[in-house]
Each structure stands twice: as C-alpha cells, then as structure tokens.
T-cell receptor, first 115, second 114 residues
C-alpha cells in the first residue's frame, strides 16, 4: 500500500523552463512534507519542506505547493538548469514523540534538463 | 569532514552469512534512521533510533536488527543475509528541526547477496 506516490517516473524539460514534479498521498495524518534530490552513487540531499499548515513554501528557484484537500503536492523549479538533472523524491511524515521524523518516500521521478 | 559516514561503501556477501553495516555521525543528532532503496519503491524505513539504546521498527524490519550504544554510531545487522536484501542502504540523522531543515543522509552502502 503506497501511501506516497509519484506517478511520473520521468520528466524532461528544456533549460530555463519550469520543471513541475508531482506527488500524491493517501494518509491524512501526514503533517510535514519534504523534497529530496539524489544524484547517482550519492545519498539524497534535502531541498525544501512544507508543513501541513501552509500551502506554499519558497526557497530560491524551488517552490513547493500543498493542496491538502486533494492530498497533492508539487515542486516547481524555475528556471531549470542542467545541474538539476537528478532523481527527485517526495517524502511525508506523520506523528511525533518517539516516531518523530520517520519518512515515507515516493518512488521518485527522474528529471532531465536539456541544455 | 563532518556529517554522516557509512561503511563499507560496497559489500558482496553470501546467502546465510551475517552482515553489519555501520553509520557514524559527527553532529550529535538524536534521531538516526536506516533506509533501503530499491527500484520502484523509493526509500523504505528499516529501523530508527530516537536516542542511545532506544530503537524501533520501520516498515521493512524483518530480517534486520539494529543497535545504538553511542550517540554517534547506529549499526544495522542482517542476521542471515538473503538475496532479497540485495539493495542500497542509506543512513540518515537529524534532530527535532529535521522536518523543517531536512535530515542528512550518508552516501549509502551497496550490498549484494549472492
């Protein structure tokens, strides 16, 4: 039972254009969402997060939008650069106490930015 | 270099043998996690720790055990390795700010069980 889904295995965009990566979730208890980027043979690197009490968070070229009623979030990268080519993972967290910080990940989306 | 170090980076082992992977952090983080990455599944949580000697199971914990005797070290043991445990294993660490600021991941251990 996949609680976090990234339905697009891959995305290809032109340099300078917008990249939009999507993520859907089913667990209404999720209260924090994170995006990670991963290059081959490296560990995931944190990009941006959003709390469920917000609907938008922005950091430089990266913006995450959260639509709680649709249980959907998206990551926008503007403008896209060739160095952004990587696998992007959406992750969600629910609960506190000793379960704090346990992340449920989506399957990932491979982003390719062409020069 | 501060951060998270995983060892070994690569390992090939035979079915039925025990294997221990090590995660070492230098940031004094309270929370530590072990994930495995497999095609089509993203990363899945194996075990996690919320303090020294305090550990609990994740969603794919069968066949794995962990120990945390010091803040900086979190060990993952495969009691008797099976081919289904061939995977890339990642360790992560962070504190209460981790959901806002992100958890730091190690570079991973590629384990092959033959």
């Amino acid at each position: 039972d996949q609680q976090v889904k990234q339905n697009s295995p891959s995305l290809s965009v032109q340099e300078g254009r917008i990249s939009i990566l999507n993520c859907d979730y089913t667990n209404s208890m999720f209260d924090y969402f994170l995006w990670y980027k991963k290059y081959p043979a490296e560990g995931p690197t944190f990009l941006i997060s959003i709390s469920s009490i917000k609907d938008k968070n922005e950091d430089g070229r990266f913006t995450v939008f959260l639509n709680k009623s649709a249980k959907h979030l998206s990551l926008h990268i503007v403008p896209s650069q060739p160095g952004d080519s990587a696998v992007y993972f959406c992750a969600a967290s629910a609960g506190g106490g000793t379960s704090y910080g346990k992340l449920t990940f989506g399957q990932g989306t491979i982003l390719t930015v062409h020069p | 270099d501060a951060g998270i170090t995983q060892s070994p980076r690569h390992k090939v082992t035979e079915t039925g043998t025990p294997v221990t992977l090590r995660c070492h952090q230098t940031e004094n983080h309270r929370y530590m996690y072990w994930y495995r990455q497999d095609p089509g599944h993203g990363l899945r949580l194996i075990h996690y720790s919320y303090g020294v000697k305090d550990t609990d199971k994740g969603e794919v914990s069968d066949g794995y055990s962990v120990s945390r005797s010091k803040t900086e070290d979190f060990l993952l043991t495969l009691e008797s390795a099976t081919s289904s445990q061939t995977s890339v294993y990642f360790c992560a660490a962070g504190d209460r700010t981790g959901l806002r600021d992100g958890y730091t991941f190690g570079s991973g251990t590629r384990l092959t069980v033959v």
